[in-house]
């Protein structure tokens, strides 16, 4: 519940996305609070509620799993800290609570300025990386892009995502659906990245085993 921490949380404004986000100060560290929200058409009717299959089946759960495990495989995501969720007969509500990523900015905030080619570059690369492990991103935009201050990329929010076989359509997809993103904001045709990050992504996919 964002308001036990009282003064020690605050909304996190212009991350785009569906889900209420917070920043919490606690005595670990700073962290981030997401609450699980439905989007389009459903969305309008049942914010926030999930159908319970299991607790393990819980939106918060899964992604929070999900987080341990890519973080096994040595891939740039957040640390996860704590999932949860509120059952009401037949419905649920969910939470999850994440360090927060220091000194780092979305995608879509840095691409008010000039992205640095070397970043569309090494995104390229990273998308690489974790496609070749075979993660879907159900929501790959330029939201959920991190950006530090020294140039590192990390991605967030895998809500919905998983472990799949490689395979070209879904990854496509994936890289179909920042593109939209980078459209809709003009980050991408501003910079010209666009370009560069498929080339290095192209490349990534050809040596990586």
């Known amino acids: 519940d964002p308001q036990a921490w009282g003064d020690a949380c605050g909304a996190l404004e212009g991350r785009g996305g569906r889900g209420a986000v917070w920043h919490i100060r606690a005595p670990f560290g700073e962290a981030v609070l997401r609450h699980y929200r439905r989007g389009g058409l459903p969305g309008r009717f049942v914010q926030d ?3 319970f299959t299991g607790d393990e089946a819980t939106r918060g759960f899964r992604e929070f799993r999900l987080l341990v495990r890519l973080r096994e495989l040595g891939l740039p995501v957040p640390q996860p800290l704590a999932a949860g969720f509120v059952r009401s007969g037949l419905f649920y509500r969910a939470d999850l609570l994440t360090a927060r990523i220091p000194e780092a900015r979305t995608l879509a905030e840095r691409g008010r300025e000039s992205v640095p080619e070397a970043t569309w570059r090494d995104l390229g690369e990273l998308l690489a ?13 330029a939201h959920n892009v991190m950006i530090g201050d020294a140039g590192a990329l990390w991605l967030i929010d895998f809500d919905r995502g998983e472990l799949r076989q490689p395979a070209r359509n879904w990854q496509q997809a994936n890289l179909d659906r920042l593109h939209r993103s980078l459209e809709k904001l003009r980050i991408a045709g501003r910079d010209s990245g666009w370009p560069v990050l498929c080339e290095a992504y192209g490349a990534a996919m050809r040596i990586t085993p």
């Open 49 to 51: 509620r999930y159908l």
């Open 129 to 141: 990386r974790f496609h070749c492990h075979g993660v879907f991103h159900a929501d790959l935009n």
